[in-house]
């Protein structure tokens, strides 16, 4: 991971301007102002892949059950465009057309660990995603195999007033998608595969 320092904060559209897509596997975010660089691994690839794809066939199973995808820039201020690994947006949601750029605020983001930007995902982004509005959000952490969700008790509730750990053995649920359960286990042991 590396910040990339720049003579002043730079806002989000300075950094559309300065860091369009690529396709060299580097993935950049917008956190306060800095330019943030991460090369995801493979255990941070395949754990995001297996939540995706349980978010993914969830919404497919029913009608009204949102919108999931993966990896996608978001907004989040002036000066902050982040890039949850997934994402989900609730059934009813007016969001732009696939191509666009940046998305909206999801109602749920999910962030998995990278030794590089765990830092960033436990701190400065989990406070700013609290602030932004997001209804929910999941810490992955790989290194000790647990999911910490952060979560509204109610949609107009100032902040994130539950947090749960959930680890092997546990299921993960949720009150903004009825029906879901995701093994945790299932979830890294796939990451070791």
Do not use: N
Not at 103 to 123: H, K, Q
Request: charged content about 25%.
């Amino acid at each position: 991971m590396s910040v990339v320092p720049v003579a002043q904060r730079m806002t989000v559209e300075e950094y559309a301007e300065r860091y369009p897509e690529t396709s060299t596997g580097e993935r950049t975010e917008l956190i306060d102002g800095e330019v943030v660089v991460s090369h995801p691994r493979a255990l941070h690839q395949d754990v995001s892949l297996e939540i995706a794809i349980a978010l993914r066939e969830w919404t497919r199973a029913a009608a009204d059950r949102g919108y999931a995808v993966q990896a996608i820039d978001v907004r989040l201020g002036d000066h902050d465009a982040y890039c949850p690994d997934v994402l989900w947006y609730r059934p009813g949601r007016d969001l732009p057309p696939r191509d666009a750029w940046p998305f909206p605020i999801p109602d749920l983001a999910v962030e998995v660990r990278s030794p590089s930007t765990w830092r960033f995902d436990i701190g400065a982004k989990k406070t700013r995603y609290e602030q932004a509005g997001v209804a929910e959000l999941w810490l992955v952490d790989t290194a000790s195999e647990e999911i910490i969700v952060f979560r509204r008790s109610t949609p107009s509730a100032d902040g994130f007033d539950v947090s749960l750990q959930d680890a092997a053995g546990d299921t993960l649920t949720s009150p903004l998608l009825p029906g879901f359960g995701l093994a945790v286990g299932h979830v890294f042991v796939a990451g070791r595969s």
